[in-house]
């Protein structure tokens, strides 16, 4: 494989703001880097930190032990994003993984990567995150015992189908929702980090005096404790699919993730410290929802507050994820990898539209079929199959094309290290514990070579298909987005 040479032709119907409505020829330099730094520790506390906690324990078995897991899934995203720094700087494009596996490997692999990442990859986040926050709005109507399974789902199909609405009539008010709802996400954690605080001065450190009895050790199970984990640190790599609009991206992008990862770890290993001070293992383990046990047993009558703050939290994550899933979309129609529906612009809203009933329509499929920790390790298989990908093109960069400018260098031994643990995260469940969802990814993600020949190699586009196009078009009120060469 060799580097391929950016296109500088693209399509008519492209458009590098679909919000807009028009494409401009170069993004704004906008993003510094207390931006870039906001973009990675408010795309990572999302929900994770509010439902996995549980079950980190239930694989590891000893409170110790999972906040171990805590502190390598921190370490693992931190070599992971160190990593992709220097992709940034080599490769200065935005698009993520994505923009990566082209340019490295070419286009079929590429193409299944958009493949999985527009069908399933992102509507199985945004699934999990809207499960997330049905846990915590449904949590309060049903005291001291486990909340109903129908009335979670229909809460957080609910949840998606506002999302949408949101999304699709303006991105002002989808911008200004990410940002209320960011303040009540700090001052959740916040609240739950003072209270642990205040316990352990207390004396309050039984759970932790047992060392590691009960420890878990088998390889897949350590494995599925590392993909619960991990889903809470998602957002990483965040900062890579906005590297067109960095300033100095070859300062700001290493920079950002050296002090966005490390702080959102120790806040993390914090909140774990806090819950297991409050509960019981045992506890912890029977609660479907972390923080408002220990809102109930911490709080008391203001117990309700944690409630309210994690249920708006993880809304405002869920409405992050939501707004920013049509990015790799747009990329992919850009590099004729995706329907040209997909790419299209609501002639009033200026919105894609498309994109976003896409994208809920199959998040609703999700979340119809699954449940939050089956839909986490289904998420973290397929991330961690194409993250890997990805860092075997830096190492093929490094040592095949040292002579490529780039201003930031990541030490050789940590991206081995993150190909390693990408390996393992990818086999050890397979091997030891094969969970069934898992087994149905992997013919999935093939499953694009039957259309990638015919209609991106070949381009063998069916006349149906034109039609199809065209009556969606008028139904949905879209169209293909403009040049603007001012």
């Given at each position: 494989?060799?580097?391929?040479?950016?296109?500088?032709t693209?399509p008519?119907h492209s458009?590098?703001?679909?919000?807009?409505?028009?494409?401009?020829?170069?993004l704004?330099?906008e993003?510094?880097?207390?931006?870039?730094?906001?973009?990675?520790?408010?795309t990572?506390?999302?929900?994770?930190?509010?439902?996995?906690?549980?079950?980190?324990?239930?694989?590891?078995?000893?409170?110790?032990?999972?906040?171990?897991?805590?502190?390598?899934?921190g370490?693992l995203?931190?070599?992971?994003?160190?990593?992709?720094?220097?992709?940034?700087?080599?490769?200065?494009?935005?698009?993520?993984?994505?923009?990566?596996?082209?340019?490295?490997?070419?286009?079929f692999?590429?193409?299944?990567f958009?493949?999985?990442?527009?069908?399933?990859?992102?509507?199985?986040?945004l699934?999990?995150?809207?499960?997330?926050?049905a846990?915590?709005?449904?949590?309060?109507?049903?005291?001291?015992?486990?909340?109903?399974?129908?009335?979670v789902?229909?809460t957080?199909?609910?949840?998606?189908?506002?999302?949408?609405?949101?999304?699709?009539?303006?991105?002002?008010?989808?911008?200004?929702?990410m940002?209320?709802?960011?303040?009540?996400?700090?001052l959740?954690?916040l609240?739950?980090?003072v209270?642990?605080?205040?316990?352990?001065?207390?004396?309050?450190t039984?759970?932790?005096?047992?060392?590691?009895?009960?420890?878990?050790a088998g390889i897949?199970?350590?494995?599925?404790?590392?993909?619960?984990?991990?889903?809470?640190?998602?957002?990483?790599?965040?900062?890579n699919?906005?590297t067109?609009?960095?300033?100095?991206?070859?300062?700001?992008?290493?920079?950002?993730?050296?002090?966005?990862?490390?702080l959102?770890?120790?806040?993390?290993l914090?909140?774990?410290?806090?819950?297991l001070?409050?509960?019981?293992?045992?506890e912890l383990?029977?609660?479907?929802?972390?923080?408002v046990?220990?809102?109930?047993k911490?709080?008391?009558s203001w117990?309700w507050?944690?409630?309210?703050?994690?249920a708006?939290?993880?809304?405002?994550?869920?409405n992050?994820?939501?707004?920013s899933?049509g990015?790799v979309?747009?990329?992919?129609?850009?590099?004729?990898?995706?329907?040209?529906?997909?790419?299209?612009?609501h002639?009033?809203?200026?919105?894609?539209?498309?994109?976003?009933?896409?994208?809920?329509?199959?998040?609703?499929?999700?979340?119809?079929?699954?449940?939050?920790?089956?839909?986490?390790?289904?998420?973290?298989?397929?991330?961690?199959?194409?993250?890997?990908?990805?860092?075997?093109?830096l190492?093929?960069?490094?040592?095949?094309?040292?002579?490529?400018?780039?201003?930031?260098?990541?030490?050789?031994?940590i991206?081995?290290?993150?190909?390693?643990a990408?390996?393992?995260?990818?086999?050890?469940?397979i091997?030891?514990?094969p969970?069934?969802e898992?087994?149905?990814?992997i013919?999935?993600?093939f499953?694009?070579i039957?259309?990638?020949?015919?209609?991106?190699?070949?381009?063998?586009?069916?006349?149906?298909l034109?039609?199809?196009?065209?009556?969606?078009?008028?139904?949905?009120?879209?169209?293909?987005?403009t040049?603007?060469?001012?």
């Amino acid at each position: 494989s060799t580097m391929r040479v950016r296109k500088t032709t693209h399509p008519p119907h492209s458009s590098t703001n679909l919000s807009e409505g028009k494409e401009k020829l170069r993004l704004k330099q906008e993003v510094g880097l207390i931006s870039g730094v906001s973009l990675i520790a408010g795309t990572m506390i999302g929900s994770g930190i509010f439902m996995s906690p549980e079950w980190v324990l239930h694989h590891m078995g000893n409170p110790v032990s999972s906040l171990l897991i805590w502190a390598a899934c921190g370490l693992l995203a931190m070599f992971g994003a160190l990593s992709y720094a220097e992709l940034g700087t080599i490769i200065k494009e935005s698009g993520g993984e994505y923009i990566y596996i082209l340019r490295i490997f070419g286009s079929f692999p590429a193409f299944l990567f958009a493949y999985t990442s527009v069908i399933l990859v992102r509507p199985a986040g945004l699934a999990a995150v809207c499960l997330s926050f049905a846990e915590y709005a449904v949590a309060p109507f049903y005291p001291g015992c486990s909340s109903p399974q129908v009335a979670v789902k229909c809460t957080a199909a609910a949840c998606i189908l506002l999302l949408t609405v949101i999304n699709c009539l303006n991105v002002r008010l989808a911008t200004s929702v990410m940002n209320i709802f960011t303040a009540a996400k700090l001052l959740a954690l916040l609240v739950i980090v003072v209270g642990g605080l205040v316990l352990l001065a207390k004396g309050q450190t039984q759970n932790f005096q047992n060392g590691f009895q009960g420890t878990t050790a088998g390889i897949g199970t350590v494995g599925v404790a590392f993909y619960q984990g991990l889903w809470s640190y998602d957002g990483w790599n965040n900062l890579n699919y906005v590297t067109e609009e960095l300033k100095k991206p070859e300062v700001t992008l290493p920079r950002a993730v050296m002090i966005a990862i490390p702080l959102v770890t120790c806040l993390y290993l914090l909140v774990n410290v806090s819950y297991l001070a409050a509960m019981t293992p045992s506890e912890l383990l029977s609660s479907g929802a972390v923080a408002v046990t220990w809102g109930d047993k911490v709080l008391g009558s203001w117990a309700w507050l944690i409630s309210l703050s994690v249920a708006l939290s993880t809304f405002g994550s869920s409405n992050g994820t939501f707004f920013s899933g049509g990015r790799v979309c747009y990329i992919a129609a850009r590099e004729g990898h995706m329907p040209e529906i997909l790419s299209m612009a609501h002639v009033r809203c200026l919105t894609p539209s498309p994109a976003l009933l896409f994208t809920s329509m199959m998040s609703l499929i999700m979340i119809i079929s699954g449940n939050f920790t089956s839909i986490v390790n289904f998420f973290s298989f397929i991330a961690w199959f194409f993250y890997g990908m990805t860092i075997s093109g830096l190492l093929y960069l490094k040592i095949k094309k040292p002579e490529l400018p780039r201003s930031y260098k990541v030490p050789i031994f940590i991206p081995i290290i993150v190909l390693m643990a990408a390996v393992y995260l990818v086999l050890a469940p397979i091997i030891d514990q094969p969970q069934i969802e898992i087994l149905y990814i992997i013919p999935f993600i093939f499953s694009g070579i039957i259309l990638y020949f015919p209609l991106i190699r070949f381009k063998c586009h069916p006349h149906f298909l034109q039609r199809v196009t065209l009556h969606l078009q008028l139904f949905l009120e879209v169209a293909p987005t403009t040049r603007d060469a001012n």
